[in-house]
């Protein structure tokens, strides 16, 4: 057997032994819900919007709510928390846009915004809060275009984009992210 055929021999099985393993443990894909047992419905009321800007909490309320149901693995959702094993509720805090980028003329071309949002999540059946973020800040840039007649205001499509972030934030938080000691 020539050298060089006996290094690619040992070079595939060092390579099949590090992955065997070294690297088996470094990726695991999510397959439980690490929800209480109890939790089978989840309520999303409507947000609250202190921000003062045009139907932002229904967006995000919206957006929470598809994502549980695509994301639940049997969720219920609801939007009134009577009768909910779990509710998420939320307030959207503010809601700020400037101009980071300016074209030739001086005008602003791509603005970020920033939407901060309180989060609390609860387990109504044994009364106590399982998450609550008070500070949560989500960022999100659109762009104006320079030539007028192809004008397109990218600010509600750019919305849409942060609401649905925000709502798997939420939801990876609701399903993967709780280690609760159930007593047994």
């Known amino acids: 057997m020539s050298l060089i055929h006996k290094t690619w021999r040992l ?3 060092a390579i099949v032994l590090t992955c065997v393993t070294g690297f ?22 409507a947000f609250q919007n202190n921000a003062l800007r045009y139907k932002v909490e229904s967006r995000f309320t ?10 639940g693995r ?5 939007g009134d928390p009577e009768g909910a094993d779990a509710v998420i509720d939320g307030i959207i805090k503010s809601f700020t846009f400037s101009g980071v980028l300016l074209d030739d003329r001086g005008r602003a ?18 009364n106590r809060v399982l998450y609550d973020n008070q500070n949560y800040v989500f960022r999100g840039e659109f ?7 192809s004008f397109f205001n990218e600010e509600d499509p750019a919305v849409e ?8 934030s939420v939801v990876s938080t609701l399903i993967n992210g709780f280690v609760v000691n159930e007593e047994k």
């Open 11 to 13: 070079l595939a099985f």
């Open 24 to 45: 088996a443990e470094c990726y695991k894909p999510v397959t439980k819900n690490k929800l209480p047992k109890h939790i089978r419905t989840v309520a999303v009321p």
């Open 62 to 71: 919206g957006a929470v709510m598809k994502e549980i149901v695509r994301r």
């Open 74 to 78: 049997g969720l219920r959702v609801q």
């Open 109 to 126: 071309r791509i603005f970020e915004v920033t939407i901060t949002a309180a989060v609390t999540i609860r387990d109504q059946t044994q």
């Open 143 to 149: 762009e104006f275009t320079n030539d007028p007649r």
């Open 161 to 168: 984009r942060m609401a649905r972030s925000f709502a798997e």
